[in-house]
């Protein structure tokens, strides 16, 4: 008899801490009794403008064909992204979202014996898939809660095989100028891969935006990993890429499962992918409500880690306890104690409205706390 059938799962897999997601709208609703339309959430950096036209009109014209299975080799979607990228379709690896690559990439290369590094309050995916295939991972100080790129490197063991940085990151929305990438990606051993996780490139003003496509050709050890989730606006689907030299996609495709990516992702991710106007929109107006959620903090008196992204980081004592407060005003943010910041919780930028309703809610909750 087994007393304890967990002991059945390998130590590895058993040392993995459960990944905690944003709470849903219809669970808080159902908590509180609350009408779902009156809760806001900013808990998980979605796209407030909701789906692109564009990609729901492609959607609605692949309903009839559900009965079939989809494009294993995203033949459509990969030749889109190649125009619009410059890259080979070879080096393309398609996901069911972008954490579907990076685990495909750590799948490919790392195993029990080999570590893996990444910084303090990095995206907590990356220590999902370490210790899934059984390798360890390496945590780098942070610095003033961004990465350090000299820390990460001081990390590398002999025994290292791959190097996690997002860029900008989350949950902290620091970001890395290319020029320190750049000097980072030229001492790291070619034996090393390197994934750049750039989930909110879409987010970054034009002086910012990464250089990553143009370092390809050059460092053959680099994954860039990307996501339709964020300003496509497609978190629902499930659908992102990774971006590499054809030898390591080669090696991610043999991992991958062969029909990862569903019909109606495939053809909603083409057709976003050219949604310039959309992806226009979403830009500024995470820019105008970053403005107008840094501006209310500042009012409040509250204090946050500038951010690069479509959230913020906010400092406020007893996290835990605002996080709660907050919920039962109908606003569902982020507690990220367990990235490390137990005194901070994670906004997402939304609506003008839905910024206004965080707001007064934060500023009725740190009333009632006080
Ligand atoms: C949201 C996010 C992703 C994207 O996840 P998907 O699986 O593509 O939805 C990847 N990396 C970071 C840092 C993120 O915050």
Known sequence: MISNLCDLAPSYIRAIAPYQPGKPIAELARELNLEPHRIVKLASNENPLGVSPKALAAMEAEMEQLARYPDGS???LKAALSAKLGVNAEQIVLGNGSNDVLEMAAHAFLAPGVSAVYSEHAFAIYQLAILAVGAEGIQAPARAYGHDLDAMLAACRADTRMIFIANPNNPTGTLLSNADLLAFLEKVPGNVLVVLDEAYGEYL???FKSD???WLARFPNLIVTRTFSKAYGLAGLRVGYALASAPIADMMNRVRQPFNVNSLALVAATAALNDDEFIARSYALNQLGMRQ???GLMLLGIDYIPSFANFLAIR???ATAMYRRLLEHGVIVRPIGN????EYLRVS???ASENNQFLQALEDAVKEQA
């Open 74 to 76: 995203g033949f459509e």
């Open 205 to 207: 003003p034009e002086a």
């Open 212 to 214: 990553a496509l143009a």
């Open 349 to 351: 930028i939304g609506l």
């Open 316 to 318: 406020i004592g007893n």
């Open 339 to 342: 990235y490390g910041m137990p």
């Open 293 to 295: 959620i840094a501006q």
